[in-house]
């Protein structure tokens, strides 16, 4: 995983990007996106596999939650089509998925996927998540 200085210098371009950082989990880069709604950058975790990604999105959305953050509907996100862990993961946590059929980075097709926050919250923290 990346330290937090690298994630710093890989998103020194990005505008208004903020970073959530947890020592030992994961980070999550985000950006206000079109409509107020939040667009996650990057994510990373620790040790994949283990549950970390889901901890961290609970860690993460609980600070977005308190510090008044809240988008005004959604949450979204890209991937690589070929990136199979990050569908697999976004899936479990409920977020629709399209495959543009086209990329918008290289030569891969890109994913497009987004939840509305409070089902994202929900999937989150609801009992059978615990
Ligand atoms: C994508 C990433 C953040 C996911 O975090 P993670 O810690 O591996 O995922 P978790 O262990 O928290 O998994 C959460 C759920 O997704 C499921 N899941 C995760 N990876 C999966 C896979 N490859 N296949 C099937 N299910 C998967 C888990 O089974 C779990 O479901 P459950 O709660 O019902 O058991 C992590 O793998 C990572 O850092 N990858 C490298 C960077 C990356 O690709 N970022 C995303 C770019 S879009």
Same mark, same amino acid.
């Given at each position: 995983?990346?330290?937090?200085?690298?994630?710093?210098?890989?998103?020194? %371009?990005?505008?208004? @990007?903020? *970073? +959530?950082?947890?020592?030992?989990? !994961?980070?999550? *880069?985000?950006?206000?996106?079109? !409509?107020?709604?939040?667009?996650? =950058? +990057? *994510?990373?975790?620790?040790?994949?596999?283990?549950?970390?990604?889901?901890?961290?999105?609970?860690?993460? @959305?609980?600070?977005?939650?308190?510090?008044?953050?809240?988008?005004?509907?959604?949450?979204?996100?890209?991937? =690589?089509?070929? %990136?199979?862990? @990050?569908?697999?993961?976004?899936?479990?946590?409920?977020?629709?998925?399209? %495959?543009?059929?086209?990329?918008?980075?290289?030569?891969?097709?890109? *994913?497009?996927?987004?939840?509305?926050?409070?089902?994202?919250?929900?999937?989150? +923290?609801?009992?059978?998540?615990?």
């Amino acid at each position: 995983m990346r330290t937090l200085s690298q994630v710093q210098e890989r998103i020194k %371009n990005y505008k208004e @990007a903020q *970073v +959530f950082y947890k020592p030992g989990l !994961g980070y999550i *880069v985000w950006t206000m996106a079109t !409509g107020d709604n939040l667009e996650v =950058l +990057f *994510v990373e975790v620790e040790t994949p596999g283990q549950g970390q990604g889901k901890e961290l999105y609970k860690l993460w @959305a609980a600070y977005i939650d308190v510090s008044g953050q809240s988008p005004y509907h959604s949450v979204i996100g890209y991937s =690589l089509a070929s %990136n199979h862990r @990050a569908k697999h993961f976004y899936c479990k946590l409920g977020w629709s998925q399209r %495959n543009l059929g086209q990329s918008i980075y290289r030569d891969d097709d890109t *994913v497009v996927m987004w939840c509305a926050w409070n089902d994202f919250m929900r999937n989150l +923290f609801s009992e059978k998540e615990q």
